[in-house]
């Protein structure tokens, strides 16, 4: 009876565990994009002004940039929380992988460093600088945000393929932090996530501001504004299935088991079929609903249509990771990325063709309609990532299980965590909201 309860006990607690891990990464995952993402709107808008004269970007770069303040703001607070969950909850993990992933993480310090600096130049610099130096500090949090992003996902990519040490009898051994940094999937799934980035922040900045043009409100700044975020959110849009192509093809050489959960593919064949939609049936070793179309999965991951690709069937059972999750996600992820896509591309053939549209009632309520879509896309892409990986913390290596701490009471930590976390994203909604209440009389020209 004992045993069963500490069996019940520890399970709990490796629940609340993960359960806090993603809860804290789901927030900080749209904080960073968009701290990513918007200080290159700013610095494109800050551009604008300088070669054009016309106020209208001034006040667009203005008000972008207290945006991009409370961004950073939330995104510093997010992230260190995030840095000491890591010791909290895996401290078996820390243990053995901090040593060899913890460089990417150092340079991420450095990039978020650099970044505060130049935010508080930028921020305080208007008419204290040269014109063109205060645009170069506004450069700098842009880059020092991507490749903040960037050297985070490295170490994320790691946990994938890991790589840079030798693993003989339980050590770690032959330590190359190099190696580890720029592993096997770093550059698919940095390309994928930053693309991802500009394209979530891209179509939620663009949706508020054709919001505004819908009311009737402030229009000049808020078309200006428009223009500048969906030009980037719809080219970004275009890219991403090439590198959703890139990143499933790694997924497959590295973690087949997460490739064969993400399609549903339950039986090693040739012709192997790709899966649109369904339902799950794991008992059954089947999909039920979909739509399947035979040899394009083959296609798609050995450019030829009769190769087969790994199942689960090949995979032991206790190695494969929650099917039903990690299809749905997928599949979202995917459906989402498809409609940003369209409308893109619809966008891009308006500017061309049919420049009468973009100011029409449909055509706005389109891309507000799209406004959330891009951060859902984000955060089923990680689920896709993390529960696709599951049972291993480190692929191949340590599980999960293995790695997380034996301190027991962790529902209450993850409770405090959600609170922490609601809070934070109520106060990051009002001083939004402030923001563009505050336009007609800080940021427009009358």
């Known amino acids: 009876m004992l045993t069963t309860f500490g069996y019940i006990k520890n399970m709990n607690d490796f629940i609340a565990a993960r359960s806090q891990m993603a809860l804290s990464l789901g927030f900080h995952i749209v904080y960073s994009c968009i701290g990513m993402v ?26 972008w940039s207290k945006g991009v303040a ?19 909850l895996w401290p078996k993990f820390m243990e053995h992988a901090g040593p060899i992933f913890g460089m ?6 450095v990039a978020f460093f650099i970044e505060a600096i130049a935010l508080g130049f930028f921020l305080y610099g208007w008419n204290r600088f040269n014109k063109w130096f205060h645009w170069f500090t506004g450069i700098i949090v842009g880059v020092s945000g991507v490749l903040s992003g960037i050297l985070v996902v490295s170490a994320n990519a790691w946990m994938n393929s890991p790589a840079g040490f030798d693993y003989v009898n339980g050590q770690y051994l032959n330590i190359d932090p190099i190696k580890a940094m720029f592993n096997g999937a770093w550059f698919s799934e940095a390309l994928h996530m930053t693309i991802a980035a500009f394209a979530a922040t891209g179509f939620a900045v663009a949706g508020i501001h054709a919001l505004m043009i819908l009311r009737q409100k402030n229009v000049n700044f808020h078309t200006k504004s428009f223009k500048i975020a969906i030009v980037f959110g719809a080219v970004a849009a275009i890219l991403q299935p090439l590198s959703g192509d890139i990143s499933a093809k790694s997924a497959y050489k590295r973690q087949p088991a997460k490739l064969a959960a993400m399609e549903a593919h339950f039986h090693t064949e040739p012709y192997s079929a790709l899966v649109i939609g369904g339902i799950p049936d794991t008992a059954g070793k089947k999909v039920n609903y979909g739509i399947e179309i035979p040899g394009l999965l083959s296609f798609l991951v050995h450019d030829d249509f009769k190769t087969p690709v790994t199942g689960l069937d090949k995979i032991p059972e206790q190695n494969q990771p929650n099917v039903a999750v990690t ?13 940003l896509m369209a409308i893109g591309l619809l966008y891009l053939f308006a500017l061309w063709k049919k420049k009468d549209w973009v100011t029409q009632n449909w055509f ?22 993390e529960v696709g990986r599951q049972p291993w913390i480190i692929q191949g290596i340590m599980r999960t299980s293995e790695a997380v701490t034996p301190m027991p009471g962790i529902q209450y930590s993850f409770y405090l965590f959600t609170f922490v976390y609601f809070t934070l994203s109520l106060a990051v909604i009002f001083l939004l909201n402030r923001q563009i209440k505050m336009v007609p009389e800080l940021c427009d020209v009358k």
Do not use: C, R
């Open 104 to 109: 990417p993480f150092s340079l991420e310090g």
């Open 70 to 88: 409370i961004f950073f703001a939330t995104g510093a607070v997010s992230g260190t929380m995030l840095s000491f969950e890591l010791g909290l």
């Open 364 to 385: 706005l309520k389109l891309f507000i309609a799209a406004t959330p879509l891009g951060f859902i896309a984000v955060e089923a892409g990680w689920t896709v990532t």
């Open 38 to 63: 918007m200080p290159v709107f700013m610095a494109i808008s800050h551009y604008k002004w300088i070669k054009t004269n016309d106020p209208v970007y001034k006040n667009i770069t203005q008000a």
């Open 327 to 339: 299809h749905y996600s997928f599949q979202l992820m995917v459906a989402i990325g498809m409609f």
